[in-house]
């Protein structure tokens, strides 16, 4: 009773976050969660009932032709039905109850169309769903009534990016730029926005652009790097301004700086985009060698045709070889300009492509991911994806022992290994490998 008394008055002031206030209860025994349960079916009863009563009255022509029983409900204020179909949304999406809850949404906006709260629970809970269309298109009619919150403009930025649209997620990013021109484009660097330079860059790697991956995952590490450097200019005003135990967690943060979670994003993201381009030079490296084998093959054929037959075969491949130009000068057509590269760090989109460049030829991209790995498994040996991307490096050195040594420690920490042992296996035996470290590989990968 007291906790129905708690949620009613909450639904009387308008907490769009009174789910968010429920959810401890989720986490206990199942009589409470029905109590949950119990009591959001009774809000949402109430808020129905509330609805039908000012239906009522427009359709009534004095007070005293409403029944007694709705006039109790009377009571409570015209928000409240809005509020409890919110409540009652959240709390089916919370359970995955997703198309309820969504009905549920659809039936608040007919309430209330102009209650933002509405939209952004719809977008979350189109989001659980991976409709990420549907998703960004709410959010940012949300965005849309309140163009002055910041708080709204990020979701949306954040909808657009899990839809994949980088120009939209841009130009709605630049709306609370400063307003000078050379500002807008250094802006988000200078204030060491990671998370939009992570999302972007994890686009730009699903989409093998890896030199504007590799460039936006560089900054953070660079980021990084100046907290690092700065921290001594920090210490002498932490100790004038701060309190003694908020300088000793401001030195603790520093000593573990790299177990941050975006540091580790950005730093799996360069082994990532690393690896992906070994393997793909490698790849392109046995095609080139197949073809030439291929062409040295058809050599010898065509020295076997007649006249006719020769010029017949040459005309054919003019023509493909014209139809192959034709479609990469398509392609480059429609490559993305202006706000897909944003002007993130201050650069022209030009320049900031070619410092990509510069980092996707870099000269042993093989010791660039080791230095990174060393990092990770001195500070994050702990995070279990350490484990697979030191795997990942080490199999391409050749290094089995190490590689041996990160499976252990990946099923250590609960993770699978089946899938790189098979692998290790079938690269060793590929390798042929004599002596102890075949007995150590051959006991110990029988053991995973």
Same mark, same amino acid.
């Given at each position: &009773?007291?906790? =129905?008394? +708690? ?29 949950? @349960? ?26 005293? @032709? ?6 109790? %409900?009377? =009571?409570?204020? /015209? ?15 919370? #359970? ?8 549920? %949404? ?6 209330? /169309?102009?209650? #933002? ?13 991976? $409709? ?9 009619? &949300? ?9 709204? *403009? ?11 649209? #980088? ?30 330079? #992570?999302?972007?860059?994890?686009? +730009? ?16 590490? =660079?980021?990084?790097?100046?907290? $690092? ?10 100790? $004038?301004?701060?309190?003694? $135990? ?16 975006? +540091? ?9 985009? +690393? ?52 479609? *990469?000068?398509? @392609? ?32 042993? /991209? ?43 420690? !990946? ?12 692998? !290790? ?5 590929? @390798? ?6 075949? =007995? %150590? ?8």
């Amino acid at each position: &009773a007291r906790l =129905k008394e +708690y949620v009613t008055k909450l639904l009387c002031k308008g907490v769009p976050s009174t789910q968010k206030l429920l959810r401890v209860f989720y986490k206990q025994s199942l009589s409470k969660q029905l109590s949950v @349960d119990r009591i959001v079916r009774q809000c949402l009863a109430e808020g129905e009932e509330l609805i039908a009563l000012a239906e009522a009255r427009s359709e009534a022509s004095t007070a005293a @032709d409403v029944p007694k029983a709705r006039q109790e %409900i009377s =009571k409570l204020p /015209p928000t409240y039905a809005c509020f409890a179909l919110l409540l009652a949304a959240n709390h089916l999406d919370h #359970i995955g109850s997703y198309d309820a809850a969504m009905a549920q %949404i659809d039936r608040g906006m007919e309430v209330s /169309p102009t209650c #933002i709260d509405l939209y952004v629970s719809a977008s979350k809970i189109l989001k659980h769903q991976e $409709r990420f269309d549907e998703a960004a298109e709410y959010m940012n009619k &949300a965005r849309e009534m309140d163009l002055a919150d910041r708080q709204l *403009n990020t979701l949306s930025v954040k909808a657009q990016l899990r839809k994949g649209d #980088i120009d939209t997620a841009n130009s709605q990013m630049m709306m609370f730029a400063k307003e000078n021109d050379t500002a807008k484009t250094s802006n988000l660097y200078d204030m060491q926005c990671m998370w939009w330079e #992570i999302k972007t860059a994890t686009i +730009y790697e699903s989409r093998e652009d890896y030199s504007m991956a590799l460039k936006r995952f560089n900054d953070v590490l =660079k980021q990084f790097e100046d907290i $690092r450097d700065d921290q001594f200019d920090f210490a002498t005003y932490c100790m $004038r301004k701060m309190t003694l $135990r908020t300088f000793v967690e401001f030195l603790k943060t520093e000593d573990n700086l790299e177990q941050h979670i975006y +540091y580790r994003e950005a730093s799996a993201g360069m082994i990532r985009c +690393y690896t992906k381009l070994m393997d793909k030079k490698a790849k392109d490296a046995a095609e080139a060698a197949k073809g030439r084998a291929d062409n040295e093959q058809n050599k010898e054929n065509e020295s076997k045709l007649s006249s006719a037959e020769r010029k017949r075969l040459k005309h054919q491949k003019k023509r493909k070889q014209h139809d192959q130009q034709q479609n *990469n000068t398509q @392609d480059n057509s429609k490559k993305p300009e202006g706000a897909f590269g944003m002007k993130a760090t201050g650069l022209t989109m030009e320049e900031e492509r070619a410092k990509g460049d510069e980092l996707v030829a870099v000269a042993d /991209p093989l010791e660039k991911c080791t230095h990174i790995c060393e990092v990770l498994w001195e500070k994050c040996g702990t995070w279990p994806e350490t484990q697979s991307l030191c795997f990942d490096v080490s199999i391409r050195r050749k290094q089995w022992l190490q590689a041996l040594a990160c499976l252990e420690r !990946l099923k250590a920490l609960g993770g699978s290994v089946a899938e790189q042992t098979m692998k !290790l296996s079938e690269l060793t035996k590929g @390798d042929g490998l004599k002596g102890v470290t075949a =007995k %150590i590989l051959k006991e110990e990968l029988s053991a995973l």
